[in-house]
């Protein structure tokens, strides 16, 4: 397209403002070209549209601690982790540069004060200081699976510039019950030697060992001294516990945290900002993300990943060509390959039969793509979707005469 590149710029510019209508006329302008043939311009355009979507994700926000905020010896590559005595296991890893990781998580409003509360605590530690309070250091985070639990870990070591030793407490835990304390101990002792976020993740096994009816005594034991080595790191560096089952933590456990979050399943704008965010290269337009964001309703983030990973292998093993309609037939294959059981009531109607779907979706205030776009999504033209509408509900043939 001829100046293309001017073009470019006023809709790099305008698409900051995050004006929907002047969104809209971008989206136009790919479909256009898209129809024309002009696939060159038209992956530029839809990277500006996506890149604008996501500039609502948590923004990074790296704290410059001040050594001696947090004490210890710096991690080096040199550094490595301690063993289970037993297997020779290592009792954690060691991650010098969570960022490799760390891709913004995408949360609900409460979670995501939650974790930037915590950040910015680090940051005004002088203030706080002032007034007698230290900035949070132990923090439970608590969700369902695949809700961004780790991956928001993960996003706080690297927002606090540390990094991060990962252990799972499942992996402390040796059939020799002594291992088992010392292993906890060891890895503690490790962790508060160096300048770092020790995150414990799978932190239910603990409670889980609890109930074990073998050998009370001695486990409870292992449990106290968890919990000891919890309090005496209290003062001594950051922990993030995460689990899955936050109902078999007692009040022990929770007393021992000075925040909680939990994570749930997204809501709409969060599937839709993850997906803008998953799907990318892909030039999706506007219509696509939409739908998917609507059917895909009760899906987590880690089940909206793999549909989006899904999606880009369908897209490049069979040849086709980066188009809305190859984006929606490739959906209903991803979709359709699910059990059944995990798959979604909207998506479930929308892979069993289109025209119900069209109709039930196109009389849900919350379903906002328009006929025209849809239609060309599903690569039908607008009258059969008329058509579909109107055998669903003959009221809306008479409207239509
Ligand atoms: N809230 C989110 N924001 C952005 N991406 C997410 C989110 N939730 C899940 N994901 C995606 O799913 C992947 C898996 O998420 P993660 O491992 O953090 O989930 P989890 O809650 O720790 O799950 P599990 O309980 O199974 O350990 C992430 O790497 C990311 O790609
Ligand atoms: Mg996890």
């Known amino acids: 397209m001829q100046h293309f590149s001017v073009i470019q710029s006023l809709c790099r510019l305008g698409l900051k403002a995050q004006d929907p209508a002047f969104r809209q006329q971008v989206e136009r302008l790919h479909e256009r070209l898209v129809k024309a043939g002009d696939t060159k311009d038209a992956e530029t355009l839809a990277r500006l549209l996506n890149a604008a979507a996501t500039a609502t994700a948590m923004q990074p926000t790296k704290v410059e601690l001040s050594r001696f905020h947090i004490t210890g010896e710096p991690l080096t590559p040199q550094v490595h982790p301690p063993v289970d005595r037993e297997t020779s296991q290592a009792l954690c890893r060691i991650m010098l540069k969570p960022s490799e990781m760390a891709r913004h998580p995408v949360l609900s409003e409460r979670s995501r004060k939650a974790v930037s509360d915590l950040i910015d605590e680090w940051k005004s530690f002088e203030r706080l200081n002032a007034l007698g309070v230290p900035p949070g250091r132990s923090l439970l985070i608590f969700g369902p699976p695949g809700s961004g639990k780790t991956l928001t870990a993960f996003h706080i070591a690297d927002a606090l510039g540390l990094p991060l030793i990962d252990a799972r407490i499942d992996g402390l835990i040796s059939s020799f019950l002594g291992t088992t304390a010392r292993n906890i101990a060891n890895l503690f002792a490790f962790a508060n ?209």
């Open 193 to 401: 030697r160096y300048r770092c976020v020790l995150l414990l993740d799978e932190f239910d096994a603990i409670a889980k060992l609890r109930d074990d009816p073998q050998e009370v005594g001695e486990i409870k034991r292992v449990v106290n001294s968890l919990l000891q080595s919890l309090d005496a790191r209290a003062d001594i560096g950051i922990t993030i516990a995460i689990t899955n089952h936050h109902r078999l933590l007692d009040s022990a456990v929770w007393r021992r945290f000075d925040t909680q979050v939990q994570l749930g399943l997204p809501d709409e704008p969060a599937r839709a900002e993850m997906l803008a965010q998953f799907l990318k290269p892909l030039a999706v337009n506007q219509a696509f993300v939409q739908l998917m964001t609507y059917v895909a309703d009760g899906a987590s983030g880690a089940d909206l990943k793999r549909y989006a990973n899904a999606i880009k292998r369908q897209i490049a093993l069979r040849g086709e060509d980066d188009s809305p309609t190859h984006h929606f037939k490739a959906l209903c294959e991803v979709l359709a390959r699910e059990p059944s059981m995990r798959v979604h009531p909207r998506a479930q109607l929308m892979i069993d039969d289109i025209e119900a779907f069209v109709a039930s979706a196109m009389h849900d205030a919350a379903f906002p793509v328009k006929q025209k776009p849809l239609a060309s999504l599903i690569d039908v033209n607008q009258a059969t979707v008329s058509r579909w509408l109107a055998r669903a509900d003959p009221s809306e043939a008479r409207h239509a005469q």
